[in-house]
């Protein structure tokens, strides 16, 4: 089992309340001692120990941190599970994860998944004697091909997927991981706890960029994983502990701040992405347009069943080069041209030569990452003014 967390004093008060009411209370009850309404930051490296071994639960920041356990018990609170683990990065939560696999075991992952994850793969944990196979796991018959009985470990989902919004059918790739006795992982970090609920569709952990949408607004680098699975969850506090990749305490607090306002920032985010998507989709100088939300989209009928909304990042592939589609994704004006994805302001890159630009163009181009495709992460701005500014970059990157 894992150490026990110290901080709140109850962490079951709000067990069976709303999303929303969770997001503001959960892990995070008034300060004991002043009364503060919010989690204090707690700015200290150390603990007193009034003797040897005779703390009050907490003794080094890197081992814990009330803060940091605060808004551990709000991220599994808000998933549905029991533990909660927070790093200093979404990469350091991935590669904490991969730490508990040996040599010779086997990874089975989404073809398309986020660039930086891929770069984790193939240049950390594959000279390490990880291997690793990519596969469309939409197509079902292709992901059971690729597991491999005695040695596949773990199959890492992301859905929606990084950058072409792939919904991946959790239940049914967890049952085959289930069958081999391997773990799944959900990369949860587009739809966020608020749209999907991997844990209760069978996935064993959750892992989330908290820098995204979690923390949503642009000022905070986190990460996190959840699971119910109390071996896994040990394993992952000795790593945490071990290797050190732990949160700051004002990284903590500006999670949670964050967290408290995910409810109404994503139905919000929903409600434009859909707008934006619609209009783009009738544009006669974009080639496709990928929505979850669409029911041109493929997997459409399989988000509306195991997503509780469709999220705030929508794909588009314009009719053009990489130098017109540069000059497009540079003429925004409200839309900011930048990485990342989740905040309250808009985001426009192009994956190809961006977030994905370590993946080998031969690859991306093999699953469809092409110089065209354009990704929007819509943020909370007025619709009205997005959709301006799309059709004056169109006009200004002619």
Known sequence: MTEPKVWPPRDDLYEGSGFGTRA???GQPPDPVTGAVMVPIYQTSTFVQEGVGGHKGYEYARTGNPTRTALETCLASLEGGKHGT????GCAATSTVLHTLSPGDHVVSSDDVYGGTW?????????LGIEFTYVDLCDLEAARAAIRPSQTK????ETPTNP??????????AEMAHAVGAKALVDNTFATPYFQSPLALGADMILHSTTKYLGGHSDVVGGAVITSDDDFASEMFRLQNSIGATPGPQDCFLTMRGIKTLHVRMDRHEATAKTLAEFLSEHEEVASVIYPGLPSHPQHELAA?????????????LKADLARAERFVSSTKVMTLAESLGGVESLIELPAAMTHASVPPEVRESIGIRDGLVRL????EDERDLRADLEQAFEASR
């Open 377 to 380: 992460s819509v943020g909370l």
């Open 86 to 89: 927070c790093f200093s990065s």
């Open 119 to 127: 770069r984790i793969f193939e240049s950390i944990f594959k000279p």
């Open 24 to 26: 503001i209370h959960a």
């Open 164 to 173: 072409l919004l792939k919904v991946i059918d959790i239940t049914a790739v």
């Open 305 to 317: 069943r195991q997503m509780h909304g469709f999220g705030g990042m929508l794909s588009f592939e």
């Open 154 to 157: 773990l199959i890492w989902i």
